[in-house]
């Protein structure tokens, strides 16, 4: 599975980021696809998850704030974080688990596949 994100939006606290991640080399009708992110000095960890059969999942942190969504094709997946702070700031990775079968657990550890990275910087 390769994966490549883009970041698009008002990168400014109190606006809204629209990051997208292209996906390619899986099956479109299972998937289990998440973002996580990375902050100076911190460890990186999930902030949202999405896969073919169950709901969305949310990071505490941006509970309430954010979408996970796919296109129809199934071959991007998009996080929009509305209300930004400057704690939003951090290396926002796309990720994906290629070995996720229907049925099957998708959760923010069995991830494989991950993208390059896109850095995100919140100013106030």
């Known amino acids: 599975v390769q994966l490549v994100e883009s970041v698009g939006g008002s990168l400014q606290a109190g606006g809204s980021l629209r990051l997208s991640c292209s996906a390619s080399?899986?099956?479109?009708?299972?998937?289990?696809m998440g973002w996580f992110r990375q902050a100076p000095g911190k460890e990186r960890g999930g902030v949202a998850l999405i896969d073919s059969s169950g709901p969305p999942d949310y990071a505490d942190s941006v509970k309430g704030r954010a979408t996970i969504s796919t296109d129809p094709a199934k071959t991007t997946i998009y996080l929009q974080i509305n209300n930004l702070n400057p704690e939003d700031t951090a290396m926002y990775y796309c990720a994906a688990d290629s070995f996720f079968r229907p049925g099957g657990f998708c959760g923010y550890y069995g991830m494989d596949s991950w993208g390059q990275g896109i850095q995100v910087t919140i100013s106030s």
């Open positions: 080399g899986y099956s479109d009708r299972t998937y289990c």
